[in-house]
């Protein structure tokens, strides 16, 4: 299985930004299709985001529809999300995972087989 290890996250204020990065131990990752999601203290796991293999197509849940882009780097071997306008809201741990194929339900975690050990992201008021 890809091993997957996330960064960028860390402490912004309401409105700022910030770019996570989830790099991916092999090559091979541009085979599988990358979503994020996050988990805020006391919440489930929520989807946020999803790109598939070759970056062709991307699929956003609707808290962050026009708030933040993902996108990958394949020569890095790695998905970024870049996320704008945060607020207090999106404060949680999130996680980058990967999974064999884009059809099926991105938002369903069940569906992914590997995860990153997640990075924090807080957004002060």
């Known amino acids: 299985q890809v091993q997957l290890v996330e960064s960028g996250g860390g402490l912004v204020q309401a409105g700022g930004s910030l770019r996570l990065f989830c790099a991916a131990s092999?090559?091979?990752?541009?085979?599988?299709?990358v979503g994020w999601f996050r988990q805020a203290l006391g919440k489930e796991r929520e989807f946020v985001a999803a790109?598939?293999?070759?970056?062709?197509?991307?699929f956003y849940a609707d808290s962050m529809k026009g708030r933040s882009t993902i996108s990958r780097d394949n020569a890095k071997n790695g998905v970024y999300l870049q996320m704008n306008s945060l607020e207090p809201e999106d404060t949680g741990v999130y996680y980058c995972a990967a999974r064999n194929r884009w059809s099926g339900d991105l938002a369903d975690s069940r569906q992914y087989v590997s995860w990153g050990q997640g990075t924090q992201v807080t957004v002060s008021s």
């Open positions: 790109i598939s293999g070759s970056g062709s197509l991307t």
């Open positions: 092999e090559r091979t990752s541009s085979s599988y299709t």
